[in-house]
Protein backbone atom coordinates (compact mmCIF):
# COMPACT_ATOMS: atom_id res chain seq x y z
CA UNK A 1 0.00 0.00 0.00
CA UNK A 2 1.51 2.86 -1.03
CA UNK A 3 0.40 6.85 -0.25
CA UNK A 4 -1.84 9.14 -2.61
CA UNK A 5 0.74 11.94 -1.57
CA UNK A 6 3.75 10.17 -3.59
CA UNK A 7 1.63 11.85 -7.31
CA UNK A 8 -0.38 14.35 -6.05
CA UNK A 9 0.87 18.37 -5.84
CA UNK A 10 -0.28 21.09 -4.93
CA UNK A 11 -0.51 23.94 -7.38
CA UNK A 12 1.59 26.79 -6.60
CA UNK A 13 -1.38 29.65 -7.49
CA UNK A 14 -3.17 27.79 -4.63
CA UNK A 15 -0.71 28.12 -1.74
CA UNK A 16 -1.48 31.45 0.54
CA UNK A 17 1.69 32.59 1.78
CA UNK A 18 2.46 30.68 4.90
CA UNK A 19 2.98 31.91 8.58
CA UNK A 20 7.12 32.70 8.60
CA UNK A 21 8.71 30.81 11.07
CA UNK A 22 10.03 32.44 14.27
CA UNK A 23 14.09 33.35 14.01
CA UNK A 24 16.13 30.62 15.83
CA UNK A 25 17.88 32.18 19.14
CA UNK A 26 21.10 31.53 20.12
CA UNK A 27 21.41 30.75 23.80
CA UNK A 28 25.49 30.69 24.73
CA UNK A 29 25.66 28.43 28.02
CA UNK A 30 27.43 30.80 31.12
CA UNK A 31 30.60 29.70 32.52
CA UNK A 32 29.83 27.10 35.43
CA UNK A 33 31.73 26.68 38.67
CA UNK A 34 33.74 23.36 38.18
CA UNK A 35 34.37 22.27 41.83
CA UNK A 36 36.11 18.77 42.02
CA UNK A 37 35.52 18.90 37.83
CA UNK A 38 38.31 21.15 37.96
CA UNK A 39 40.65 18.79 38.81
CA UNK A 40 39.88 16.27 36.00
CA UNK A 41 42.78 15.84 33.69
CA UNK A 42 41.48 17.54 31.11
CA UNK A 43 41.21 21.02 29.28
CA UNK A 44 38.91 23.62 30.30
CA UNK A 45 37.01 23.39 27.35
CA UNK A 46 36.26 19.58 27.67
CA UNK A 47 35.86 19.90 31.64
CA UNK A 48 33.30 22.77 30.64
CA UNK A 49 31.25 20.53 28.04
CA UNK A 50 30.83 17.19 30.56
CA UNK A 51 30.37 20.12 33.47
CA UNK A 52 26.59 20.68 30.94
CA UNK A 53 26.32 17.01 30.28
CA UNK A 54 25.67 16.57 34.55
CA UNK A 55 29.26 15.36 34.90
CA UNK A 56 30.76 16.54 38.12
CA UNK A 57 33.88 14.95 39.18
CA UNK A 58 36.88 13.62 37.63
CA UNK A 59 35.52 9.90 38.45
CA UNK A 60 32.22 10.51 36.46
CA UNK A 61 34.35 12.14 33.72
CA UNK A 62 36.85 9.38 33.30
CA UNK A 63 33.43 6.97 33.54
CA UNK A 64 31.91 9.05 30.45
CA UNK A 65 34.83 10.22 28.41
CA UNK A 66 36.37 6.39 28.50
CA UNK A 67 32.97 4.84 28.15
CA UNK A 68 32.98 2.52 31.59
CA UNK A 69 30.32 0.00 30.63
CA UNK A 70 26.95 0.63 31.88
CA UNK A 71 25.04 -3.03 32.35
CA UNK A 72 21.98 -2.78 35.07
CA UNK A 73 20.50 -5.92 36.69
CA UNK A 74 17.26 -7.11 34.68
CA UNK A 75 15.92 -8.54 37.72
CA UNK A 76 15.15 -4.90 39.07
CA UNK A 77 12.35 -3.96 36.00
CA UNK A 78 8.51 -4.65 37.42
CA UNK A 79 7.15 -8.08 37.21
CA UNK A 80 10.54 -9.04 35.05
CA UNK A 81 10.07 -12.46 37.43
CA UNK A 82 6.39 -13.29 36.44
CA UNK A 83 7.56 -12.79 32.92
CA UNK A 84 10.22 -14.64 32.96
CA UNK A 85 8.18 -17.43 34.88
CA UNK A 86 5.56 -17.56 32.51
CA UNK A 87 7.81 -17.44 29.58
CA UNK A 88 9.44 -20.20 30.38
CA UNK A 89 6.05 -21.97 30.90
CA UNK A 90 4.79 -21.72 27.27
CA UNK A 91 8.51 -22.61 26.17
CA UNK A 92 8.54 -25.62 28.65
CA UNK A 93 4.89 -26.48 27.68
CA UNK A 94 5.26 -25.89 24.13
CA UNK A 95 2.56 -23.09 24.30
CA UNK A 96 2.10 -20.70 20.79
CA UNK A 97 3.32 -17.44 21.58
CA UNK A 98 2.49 -14.43 19.99
CA UNK A 99 4.70 -11.48 19.75
CA UNK A 100 2.86 -8.33 19.04
CA UNK A 101 4.87 -5.17 17.83
CA UNK A 102 4.51 -1.86 16.29
CA UNK A 103 5.22 -0.36 13.24
CA UNK A 104 7.63 1.46 14.03
CA UNK A 105 11.85 0.82 14.19
CA UNK A 106 11.61 0.30 18.19
CA UNK A 107 8.62 -1.88 17.90
CA UNK A 108 9.87 -3.81 15.14
CA UNK A 109 13.25 -5.05 16.57
CA UNK A 110 12.21 -5.37 19.65
CA UNK A 111 9.85 -8.01 18.02
CA UNK A 112 12.91 -9.09 16.41
CA UNK A 113 14.55 -9.52 19.72
CA UNK A 114 11.91 -11.17 20.75
CA UNK A 115 11.03 -13.73 17.91
CA UNK A 116 15.10 -14.55 17.71
CA UNK A 117 15.66 -14.94 21.77
CA UNK A 118 12.50 -17.27 21.91
CA UNK A 119 12.79 -19.58 19.26
CA UNK A 120 16.71 -19.50 20.54
CA UNK A 121 15.49 -21.54 23.53
CA UNK A 122 12.80 -23.83 21.56
CA UNK A 123 10.07 -21.35 21.84
CA UNK A 124 7.00 -21.67 19.17
CA UNK A 125 6.61 -17.95 18.33
CA UNK A 126 5.19 -15.75 15.39
CA UNK A 127 4.61 -12.47 15.10
CA UNK A 128 1.70 -10.08 14.89
CA UNK A 129 2.32 -6.09 14.06
CA UNK A 130 -0.88 -4.40 12.64
CA UNK A 131 -1.31 -2.41 9.62
CA UNK A 132 -1.03 1.59 10.20
CA UNK A 133 -3.72 2.18 7.97
CA UNK A 134 -6.68 -0.69 8.57
CA UNK A 135 -5.71 -0.76 12.45
CA UNK A 136 -4.00 1.61 13.72
CA UNK A 137 -1.72 1.69 16.59
CA UNK A 138 -1.65 -0.90 19.67
CA UNK A 139 -3.05 -3.88 20.30
CA UNK A 140 -6.47 -4.78 19.03
CA UNK A 141 -9.31 -6.87 19.71
CA UNK A 142 -9.77 -8.49 15.62
CA UNK A 143 -5.98 -9.26 15.78
CA UNK A 144 -6.42 -10.73 19.11
CA UNK A 145 -9.35 -13.14 17.38
CA UNK A 146 -6.81 -13.85 14.60
CA UNK A 147 -4.16 -14.95 17.22
CA UNK A 148 -7.17 -17.12 18.73
CA UNK A 149 -8.09 -18.70 15.75
CA UNK A 150 -3.97 -19.69 15.64
CA UNK A 151 -4.15 -21.50 18.68
CA UNK A 152 -2.34 -18.73 20.90
CA UNK A 153 -2.37 -18.84 24.35
CA UNK A 154 0.53 -16.04 25.17
CA UNK A 155 1.20 -12.51 23.65
CA UNK A 156 4.07 -10.65 24.49
CA UNK A 157 3.70 -7.47 23.45
CA UNK A 158 6.49 -4.97 21.62
CA UNK A 159 6.52 -1.17 22.23
CA UNK A 160 3.00 -1.39 23.16
CA UNK A 161 -0.12 -2.49 25.63
CA UNK A 162 0.63 -0.31 28.26
CA UNK A 163 -2.91 1.08 27.64
CA UNK A 164 -4.74 -1.42 26.30
CA UNK A 165 -7.02 -2.60 29.12
CA UNK A 166 -10.04 -3.58 26.99
CA UNK A 167 -7.78 -5.56 24.73
CA UNK A 168 -5.89 -7.68 27.29
CA UNK A 169 -9.41 -8.05 29.05
CA UNK A 170 -10.90 -9.27 26.08
CA UNK A 171 -7.84 -11.74 25.44
CA UNK A 172 -8.21 -13.26 29.10
CA UNK A 173 -12.19 -13.90 28.00
CA UNK A 174 -10.70 -16.34 24.91
CA UNK A 175 -7.75 -17.84 27.57
CA UNK A 176 -4.91 -15.79 25.98
CA UNK A 177 -2.25 -14.34 28.67
CA UNK A 178 -0.63 -11.32 27.70
CA UNK A 179 2.89 -10.06 29.02
CA UNK A 180 3.28 -6.40 28.14
CA UNK A 181 7.04 -5.01 27.59
CA UNK A 182 6.50 -1.43 26.98
CA UNK A 183 8.17 2.02 28.21
CA UNK A 184 5.12 4.41 27.04
CA UNK A 185 3.61 6.72 29.39
CA UNK A 186 1.71 5.18 32.70
CA UNK A 187 -2.33 5.66 32.49
CA UNK A 188 -4.28 6.03 35.40
CA UNK A 189 -5.56 2.53 34.88
CA UNK A 190 -3.53 -0.49 33.72
CA UNK A 191 -4.46 -3.75 31.92
CA UNK A 192 -4.83 -6.88 33.38
CA UNK A 193 -1.85 -8.83 32.38
CA UNK A 194 0.68 -11.55 33.35
CA UNK A 195 3.15 -9.24 34.08
CA UNK A 196 3.60 -5.17 32.81
CA UNK A 197 7.68 -5.04 32.18
CA UNK A 198 7.78 -0.77 31.52
CA UNK A 199 10.41 1.04 33.30
CA UNK A 200 8.84 3.78 33.99
CA UNK A 201 5.64 2.48 36.11
CA UNK A 202 5.97 4.01 39.52
CA UNK A 203 7.70 1.26 41.20
CA UNK A 204 10.67 0.28 39.08
CA UNK A 205 13.49 -0.42 40.65
CA UNK A 206 15.39 -0.46 37.67
CA UNK A 207 18.19 2.92 37.15
CA UNK A 208 17.48 2.91 33.34
CA UNK A 209 13.86 3.89 33.56
CA UNK A 210 14.66 5.50 29.86
CA UNK A 211 14.67 2.22 27.88
CA UNK A 212 13.97 1.90 24.39
CA UNK A 213 11.74 -1.42 23.43
CA UNK A 214 14.40 -2.44 21.68
CA UNK A 215 16.57 -2.37 24.79
CA UNK A 216 13.71 -3.48 27.22
CA UNK A 217 13.38 -6.74 25.41
CA UNK A 218 17.15 -6.95 24.95
CA UNK A 219 17.26 -6.52 28.57
CA UNK A 220 14.58 -9.25 29.15
CA UNK A 221 15.97 -11.90 26.95
CA UNK A 222 19.05 -11.75 28.75
CA UNK A 223 17.13 -12.19 32.05
CA UNK A 224 15.49 -15.52 30.31
CA UNK A 225 18.43 -17.28 29.05
CA UNK A 226 20.17 -16.55 32.18
CA UNK A 227 16.78 -18.01 34.07
CA UNK A 228 17.38 -21.27 31.93
CA UNK A 229 21.08 -21.52 31.87
CA UNK A 230 21.20 -20.86 28.03
CA UNK A 231 24.23 -18.29 26.97
CA UNK A 232 22.92 -15.15 25.55
CA UNK A 233 24.11 -13.57 22.28
CA UNK A 234 24.58 -9.92 23.49
CA UNK A 235 26.79 -9.11 19.85
CA UNK A 236 24.01 -10.35 17.55
CA UNK A 237 21.12 -8.16 19.05
CA UNK A 238 23.02 -4.85 20.20
CA UNK A 239 22.65 -3.69 16.86
CA UNK A 240 19.42 -3.86 16.80
CA UNK A 241 19.02 -2.49 20.15
CA UNK A 242 21.20 0.23 18.92
CA UNK A 243 18.77 0.94 15.98
CA UNK A 244 15.93 1.45 18.42
CA UNK A 245 17.29 3.35 20.90
CA UNK A 246 18.59 6.10 18.02
CA UNK A 247 15.09 5.95 15.90
CA UNK A 248 12.91 6.33 19.26
CA UNK A 249 14.81 9.36 20.31
CA UNK A 250 16.10 7.61 23.93
CA UNK A 251 17.99 9.78 26.18
CA UNK A 252 21.87 8.81 25.34
CA UNK A 253 22.62 8.48 28.44
CA UNK A 254 23.77 6.08 31.70
CA UNK A 255 23.15 2.50 30.09
CA UNK A 256 21.13 3.89 26.67
CA UNK A 257 24.80 5.32 25.69
CA UNK A 258 26.83 2.09 26.30
CA UNK A 259 23.78 0.11 24.43
CA UNK A 260 24.11 2.51 21.61
CA UNK A 261 27.95 2.68 21.38
CA UNK A 262 28.65 -1.13 21.51
CA UNK A 263 25.63 -1.21 19.70
CA UNK A 264 27.05 0.85 16.54
CA UNK A 265 30.47 -1.42 17.18
CA UNK A 266 28.65 -4.63 16.39
CA UNK A 267 26.31 -2.95 13.61
CA UNK A 268 30.19 -2.19 11.57
CA UNK A 269 30.74 -5.78 11.90
CA UNK A 270 27.29 -7.38 11.32
CA UNK A 271 26.79 -10.69 10.39
CA UNK A 272 22.71 -10.28 9.98
CA UNK A 273 22.32 -10.79 5.89
CA UNK A 274 19.33 -7.81 6.35
CA UNK A 275 21.17 -5.52 7.76
CA UNK A 276 24.58 -6.00 5.66
CA UNK A 277 22.10 -5.44 2.30
CA UNK A 278 20.87 -2.65 4.00
CA UNK A 279 23.93 -0.68 4.54
CA UNK A 280 25.20 -1.24 0.95
CA UNK A 281 22.18 -0.17 -0.40
CA UNK A 282 22.20 3.20 1.92
CA UNK A 283 26.25 3.50 0.70
CA UNK A 284 27.55 2.71 4.42
CA UNK A 285 29.34 -0.73 3.59
CA UNK A 286 32.89 -0.25 5.59
CA UNK A 287 32.43 3.30 7.12
CA UNK A 288 32.36 4.42 10.86
CA UNK A 289 28.99 4.21 11.84
CA UNK A 290 27.60 7.22 14.20
CA UNK A 291 24.00 7.86 15.41
CA UNK A 292 23.26 9.83 12.59
CA UNK A 293 24.04 7.00 10.07
CA UNK A 294 21.31 5.77 11.83
CA UNK A 295 18.82 8.42 12.51
CA UNK A 296 19.42 9.78 8.96
CA UNK A 297 20.21 6.70 6.89
CA UNK A 298 19.02 3.43 8.37
CA UNK A 299 16.43 4.08 10.54
CA UNK A 300 13.98 5.87 7.79
CA UNK A 301 14.69 3.16 5.23
CA UNK A 302 13.11 0.78 7.83
CA UNK A 303 10.41 3.19 8.84
CA UNK A 304 9.75 3.45 5.27
CA UNK A 305 7.89 0.04 5.57
CA UNK A 306 5.47 0.97 8.34
CA UNK A 307 5.05 4.57 7.00
CA UNK A 308 3.74 3.53 2.85
CA UNK A 309 3.26 -0.38 2.82
CA UNK A 310 3.73 -3.01 6.41
CA UNK A 311 6.44 -3.00 8.68
CA UNK A 312 6.47 -6.62 8.11
CA UNK A 313 8.79 -6.22 5.25
CA UNK A 314 11.22 -4.22 7.59
CA UNK A 315 10.89 -7.19 10.18
CA UNK A 316 11.59 -9.48 7.52
CA UNK A 317 14.60 -8.08 6.21
CA UNK A 318 15.69 -8.16 10.03
CA UNK A 319 15.07 -12.03 9.88
CA UNK A 320 16.46 -12.67 6.40
CA UNK A 321 18.68 -15.40 6.42
CA UNK A 322 19.33 -15.35 2.64
CA UNK A 323 21.74 -12.93 1.49
CA UNK A 324 19.97 -12.57 -2.20
CA UNK A 325 16.59 -11.91 -1.03
CA UNK A 326 18.11 -9.91 2.13
CA UNK A 327 19.35 -7.46 -1.12
CA UNK A 328 15.58 -7.21 -2.96
CA UNK A 329 14.32 -6.26 0.15
CA UNK A 330 16.91 -3.61 1.21
CA UNK A 331 16.29 -2.17 -2.43
CA UNK A 332 12.40 -2.30 -1.98
CA UNK A 333 12.81 -0.33 1.94
CA UNK A 334 15.35 1.75 -0.33
CA UNK A 335 12.94 2.60 -3.14
CA UNK A 336 9.70 3.24 -0.43
CA UNK A 337 11.93 5.64 1.61
CA UNK A 338 12.62 7.78 -1.68
CA UNK A 339 8.96 7.52 -2.39
CA UNK A 340 8.39 8.71 1.31
CA UNK A 341 9.94 11.63 1.02
CA UNK A 342 8.41 12.82 -1.63
CA UNK A 343 5.43 11.97 0.10
CA UNK A 344 6.61 13.92 2.76
CA UNK A 345 7.27 16.89 0.56
CA UNK A 346 3.90 17.29 -0.90
CA UNK A 347 2.67 16.64 2.75
CA UNK A 348 4.42 20.06 4.06
CA UNK A 349 3.45 21.51 0.91
CA UNK A 350 -0.30 21.12 2.02
CA UNK A 351 0.48 21.54 6.09
CA UNK A 352 1.71 25.01 5.16
CA UNK A 353 -1.28 25.87 3.12
CA UNK A 354 -3.45 24.78 5.81
CA UNK A 355 -1.28 26.25 8.66
CA UNK A 356 -1.38 29.77 6.97
CA UNK A 357 -5.07 29.57 7.42
CA UNK A 358 -4.50 29.60 11.46
CA UNK A 359 -4.26 32.02 13.79
CA UNK A 360 -0.11 32.91 13.93
CA UNK A 361 -0.62 33.13 17.72
CA UNK A 362 -2.02 30.04 18.91
CA UNK A 363 0.11 28.56 20.81
CA UNK A 364 -0.31 24.99 19.35
CA UNK A 365 -0.96 23.70 15.88
CA UNK A 366 -3.88 21.69 14.90
CA UNK A 367 -4.30 21.38 11.37
CA UNK A 368 -5.21 18.20 9.14
CA UNK A 369 -6.62 16.84 5.77
CA UNK A 370 -7.56 13.90 3.84
CA UNK A 371 -4.12 14.09 1.61
CA UNK A 372 -1.90 13.85 4.59
CA UNK A 373 -1.69 10.05 4.59
CA UNK A 374 -1.15 8.56 8.05
CA UNK A 375 1.97 7.78 7.20
CA UNK A 376 3.25 10.77 7.04
CA UNK A 377 1.26 12.62 9.69
CA UNK A 378 4.08 12.00 12.31
CA UNK A 379 6.89 13.58 10.08
CA UNK A 380 4.65 17.02 8.76
CA UNK A 381 4.36 17.31 13.16
CA UNK A 382 7.85 17.25 13.49
CA UNK A 383 9.37 19.26 10.82
CA UNK A 384 6.30 22.11 12.24
CA UNK A 385 7.23 21.72 16.23
CA UNK A 386 10.58 22.18 14.88
CA UNK A 387 10.01 24.77 12.80
CA UNK A 388 7.60 27.02 14.73
CA UNK A 389 8.61 26.06 17.90
CA UNK A 390 5.19 24.83 19.18
CA UNK A 391 3.53 21.43 20.08
CA UNK A 392 2.06 20.39 16.84
CA UNK A 393 -1.20 18.08 15.71
CA UNK A 394 -1.68 16.90 12.45
CA UNK A 395 -3.94 13.97 11.44
CA UNK A 396 -5.42 11.85 8.45
CA UNK A 397 -9.06 13.13 8.17
CA UNK A 398 -10.79 9.62 7.16
CA UNK A 399 -14.51 9.53 5.90
CA UNK A 400 -15.37 8.87 10.05
CA UNK A 401 -12.57 8.75 12.08
CA UNK A 402 -9.01 10.64 12.09
CA UNK A 403 -5.62 9.24 12.84
CA UNK A 404 -2.96 11.87 14.49
CA UNK A 405 0.35 11.96 15.41
CA UNK A 406 1.65 14.95 17.87
CA UNK A 407 4.85 16.29 18.39
CA UNK A 408 6.01 18.39 20.93
CA UNK A 409 8.39 20.87 22.91
CA UNK A 410 10.79 20.22 26.01
CA UNK A 411 8.49 22.82 27.97
CA UNK A 412 5.17 20.92 27.33
CA UNK A 413 4.28 17.09 27.78
CA UNK A 414 1.53 16.24 24.67
CA UNK A 415 0.81 12.64 26.14
CA UNK A 416 -0.26 14.97 29.68
CA UNK A 417 -2.85 17.42 27.34
CA UNK A 418 -4.34 14.51 25.76
CA UNK A 419 -5.11 13.11 29.28
CA UNK A 420 -7.21 15.99 30.06
CA UNK A 421 -9.47 15.04 27.88
CA UNK A 422 -9.94 10.86 26.86
CA UNK A 423 -13.20 11.46 26.55
CA UNK A 424 -12.47 13.07 23.26
CA UNK A 425 -10.61 10.69 21.54
CA UNK A 426 -10.84 6.58 20.27
CA UNK A 427 -7.51 5.93 21.87
CA UNK A 428 -4.55 7.91 22.70
CA UNK A 429 -0.73 7.10 23.74
CA UNK A 430 2.49 8.29 23.83
CA UNK A 431 5.54 10.20 25.35
CA UNK A 432 6.46 13.61 26.66
CA UNK A 433 7.34 14.64 23.41
CA UNK A 434 5.61 12.28 21.38
CA UNK A 435 2.04 10.82 20.85
CA UNK A 436 -1.12 9.72 18.74
CA UNK A 437 -4.66 9.67 18.99
CA UNK A 438 -7.96 8.34 17.08
CA UNK A 439 -10.65 10.21 17.09
CA UNK A 440 -13.99 10.59 15.28
CA UNK A 441 -14.59 13.59 12.96
CA UNK A 442 -17.47 15.18 14.74
CA UNK A 443 -15.37 15.93 18.09
CA UNK A 444 -12.49 17.24 16.36
CA UNK A 445 -13.11 21.05 16.77
CA UNK A 446 -13.70 20.62 20.76
CA UNK A 447 -10.87 18.51 20.41
CA UNK A 448 -8.81 21.67 18.91
CA UNK A 449 -10.60 24.03 21.25
CA UNK A 450 -9.56 22.01 24.28
CA UNK A 451 -5.48 21.09 23.36
CA UNK A 452 -5.28 25.08 22.37
CA UNK A 453 -6.59 26.18 25.63
CA UNK A 454 -4.58 23.68 27.64
CA UNK A 455 -1.54 25.03 25.77
CA UNK A 456 -2.52 28.76 26.28
CA UNK A 457 -2.76 28.24 29.74
CA UNK A 458 0.55 26.03 30.45
CA UNK A 459 2.93 27.68 28.02
CA UNK A 460 1.91 31.12 28.98
CA UNK A 461 5.10 33.21 29.67
CA UNK A 462 7.61 30.71 27.28
CA UNK A 463 9.03 32.88 24.18
CA UNK A 464 7.66 30.26 21.40
CA UNK A 465 10.31 30.67 19.19
CA UNK A 466 13.08 28.15 18.05
CA UNK A 467 16.20 27.68 20.43
CA UNK A 468 19.85 26.85 19.76
CA UNK A 469 21.92 25.83 22.63
CA UNK A 470 25.36 27.27 22.30
CA UNK A 471 28.40 25.35 24.59
CA UNK A 472 30.85 28.26 24.19
CA UNK A 473 32.19 30.99 21.56
CA UNK A 474 35.42 30.36 20.39
CA UNK A 475 37.65 31.65 17.92
CA UNK A 476 38.01 29.23 15.04
CA UNK A 477 41.92 29.84 14.67
CA UNK A 478 42.53 28.30 18.01
CA UNK A 479 40.42 25.04 17.74
CA UNK A 480 42.61 22.03 16.90
CA UNK A 481 42.48 18.23 15.95
CA UNK A 482 43.47 16.87 19.37
CA UNK A 483 40.36 18.94 20.90
CA UNK A 484 37.81 17.66 18.79
CA UNK A 485 39.04 14.10 18.66
CA UNK A 486 38.37 14.56 22.42
CA UNK A 487 35.04 15.73 22.03
CA UNK A 488 34.43 12.41 19.98
CA UNK A 489 34.93 10.47 22.68
CA UNK A 490 31.71 12.06 24.04
CA UNK A 491 29.66 10.35 21.44
CA UNK A 492 27.13 8.88 20.94
CA UNK A 493 25.18 11.70 20.69
CA UNK A 494 21.58 12.19 20.84
CA UNK A 495 19.08 13.05 23.27
CA UNK A 496 20.35 14.29 26.24
CA UNK A 497 24.12 14.28 25.13
CA UNK A 498 24.06 16.59 22.21
CA UNK A 499 27.21 17.29 20.14
CA UNK A 500 29.11 20.05 21.21
CA UNK A 501 27.96 23.23 19.73
CA UNK A 502 30.12 26.43 18.97
CA UNK A 503 29.72 29.76 18.16
CA UNK A 504 32.49 31.94 16.37
CA UNK A 505 31.93 35.36 15.21
CA UNK A 506 33.44 37.76 12.51
CA UNK A 507 34.01 34.09 10.33
CA UNK A 508 34.85 34.67 6.24
CA UNK A 509 33.31 33.11 3.81
CA UNK A 510 36.49 32.46 1.51
CA UNK A 511 34.00 29.88 -0.72
CA UNK A 512 30.78 28.49 -1.09
CA UNK A 513 29.09 26.25 -3.58
CA UNK A 514 25.15 24.78 -3.97
CA UNK A 515 25.26 21.11 -3.38
CA UNK A 516 22.45 18.32 -3.75
CA UNK A 517 19.30 17.98 -5.62
CA UNK A 518 17.97 21.49 -7.05
CA UNK A 519 21.32 23.20 -4.93
CA UNK A 520 19.25 23.05 -1.07
CA UNK A 521 22.89 22.48 0.31
CA UNK A 522 25.99 24.66 0.84
CA UNK A 523 29.48 23.51 0.78
CA UNK A 524 31.44 26.34 2.55
CA UNK A 525 35.58 27.00 3.31
CA UNK A 526 34.94 29.27 6.47
CA UNK A 527 38.57 31.13 7.19
CA UNK A 528 39.58 32.44 10.54
CA UNK A 529 42.70 34.83 10.04
CA UNK A 530 45.14 31.65 8.86
CA UNK A 531 42.79 28.81 9.21
CA UNK A 532 40.69 27.74 6.91
CA UNK A 533 37.98 24.96 7.60
CA UNK A 534 35.63 22.93 5.24
CA UNK A 535 32.35 23.34 6.22
CA UNK A 536 28.81 21.76 5.47
CA UNK A 537 25.28 23.73 5.28
CA UNK A 538 22.47 21.25 5.40
CA UNK A 539 19.39 22.87 3.92
CA UNK A 540 20.89 25.91 3.41
CA UNK A 541 20.92 26.40 -0.23
CA UNK A 542 17.84 29.39 -0.11
CA UNK A 543 20.01 31.30 2.37
CA UNK A 544 21.99 34.76 0.95
CA UNK A 545 25.63 33.11 1.07
CA UNK A 546 28.46 34.49 -0.98
CA UNK A 547 32.40 34.30 -0.78
CA UNK A 548 33.27 37.39 0.80
CA UNK A 549 30.70 37.86 3.51
CA UNK A 550 31.60 37.67 7.29
CA UNK A 551 29.43 35.60 9.37
CA UNK A 552 28.79 34.66 12.89
CA UNK A 553 28.57 31.15 12.60
CA UNK A 554 27.06 28.54 14.94
CA UNK A 555 28.42 24.98 14.06
CA UNK A 556 29.46 21.40 15.72
CA UNK A 557 32.39 19.58 13.98
CA UNK A 558 31.83 16.05 12.62
CA UNK A 559 34.41 13.46 10.89
CA UNK A 560 34.90 11.78 8.36
CA UNK A 561 33.23 8.58 8.57
CA UNK A 562 35.50 6.85 6.15
CA UNK A 563 38.12 6.70 8.84
CA UNK A 564 40.31 8.87 7.23
CA UNK A 565 40.74 11.46 9.76
CA UNK A 566 38.77 13.79 8.10
CA UNK A 567 37.23 16.72 9.84
CA UNK A 568 34.49 19.51 8.99
CA UNK A 569 32.44 22.03 10.37
CA UNK A 570 28.50 21.30 10.19
CA UNK A 571 26.73 24.69 10.44
CA UNK A 572 23.58 25.20 12.35
CA UNK A 573 23.03 28.56 11.55
CA UNK A 574 24.78 32.05 10.45
CA UNK A 575 23.91 35.46 10.41
CA UNK A 576 25.83 38.60 9.02
CA UNK A 577 27.98 39.82 11.47
CA UNK A 578 26.94 42.89 12.29
CA UNK A 579 23.68 41.19 14.02
CA UNK A 580 24.60 39.97 17.03
CA UNK A 581 22.88 36.67 19.10
CA UNK A 582 20.26 37.45 21.76
Excluded at 73 to 92: C, T
Excluded at 104 to 118: F, Q
Excluded at 263 to 279: F, W
Aim: hydrophobic share 40%; proline share 7%.
Amino acid sequence: MTSDLATTSIPASNLRPPISPPARRWRLRGRVPEGDLASAPYPPLIRHLLWHRGVRTPAEAAAFMDATPVDYDPLLLPDIEPALSRLRRAISEGELVAVYGDFDVDGVTASGILIEGLRGLGGRVISYLPDRFSEGYGVNVTAIDTLHGQGVSLIVTADCGTSSVPEVAHARKLGIDTIVLDHHTIPPQLPDVVALVNPRRPENRYPEPELASGGLAFKVMAALHESIGRPWNAERYLELVALSTVCDVAPLQNENRTLVRRGLEALERTERPGLRALLEVSGLTGACLDSDSIGYVLGPRLNAAGRLAHARLALDLLLEPNPERAMQQALELSRLNSERQQATATAMELALNLLSKEDPNAPLIFIGHAEIASGIVGLVAGRLAEAYYRPTVVYERGDTMSRASCRSIPEFDITGALRTVPELMVRFGGHFAAAGFTVENEKLPALKEALVAYARRELAGVELAPVIEIDAALDLRRMNGDIIRMMTQMAPFGCANAEPTFLSRDVDVADVKAIGEDGVHLRLRLRDAPVTWPAIAFGFGERDVRAGQRVDVVYSFCGDNWGNGGLEMRVKDMRPREIAPD
